[in-house]
């Protein structure tokens, strides 16, 4: 993205309560598998990262070294070294994707909790008056989806763009509410074939959220949220059982 807001920081930095080094395991690895930092990419260096996340450096490189134990970052040394993302995207549905490993009550409670979250989120957004910076945030977030070249980069780049308009509300409360609710979703559609009808559905809806954040239609950008989210779990319920 070219735009001058990290989104990496808004998703990082949103509050928590619980503890530090289970929590900054769980930023992180939540981070890596939405594609908030994309396979091959470069965390933030380690000083930065501690501040942005609220924790010491001890409780992060402890945290690392859990990343790097579940394979999902790499290190490297010497000037240009640093902790590397080691984690391709998943394809859904394709043999060897991620077991659900979250109970069924949870995934199905997290699509109720969705409905009110992620609207909530797009009107909020569409209130606010956005800056340069956020506009371009969005319609960055918009066009990776857009130009997603493969079932798994669009699963990562689609995640992104809900977490995008979180981030445009300013409310770390709302940020961490919508990355839970992105992670099991995450879980639940990586399990399920990636099928074009859908995609293009969701495309389209996609289209007009964003038209209507950027124009500043609060009402549209909650209703057609809303109908998304309710499209998404109806495919859902159907095809997991």
Known sequence: MSTGLDLGATVLGAARSRHAFEDCVERLATAIRLGVY????????????????????????????????????RTTRGRAGGTVVDHPPVTPG????????TSRPVLMDSLVYRRIVEPGA?????????DEDERTLLTDAHADVIEAGSPAEHRQADSRL??????LTG?????????SVQSHLH???????????????????HAEIV??????????????????????????????G
């Open 38 to 73: 994309p396979h091959g990419s470069t965390l933030p260096p380690e000083r930065e990262l501690s501040v942005r996340m609220g924790v010491s450096r001890a409780t992060l490189r402890e945290a690392i070294a859990a990343l790097r134990t579940a394979n999902l970052v």
């Open 94 to 101: 394709e043999d060897g994707a991620t077991a659900i490993t």
């Open 122 to 130: 797009c009107y909020l957004a569409a209130s606010r008056s956005l």
């Open 162 to 167: 809900h977490l995008a308009i979180a981030s």
């Open 171 to 179: 409310s770390d409360q709302l940020v961490d509410a919508v990355t």
């Open 187 to 205: 879980e639940m559609l990586i399990a399920i074939p990636s099928l074009p009808v859908n995609i293009t559905h969701s495309s389209r809806q």
């Open 211 to 240: 038209s209507a954040i950027l124009k500043g239609n609060a009402k549209r950008a909650w209703a057609t949220m809303e109908n998304h989210c309710d499209d998404t779990a109806a495919l859902l319920r159907g095809l997991l």
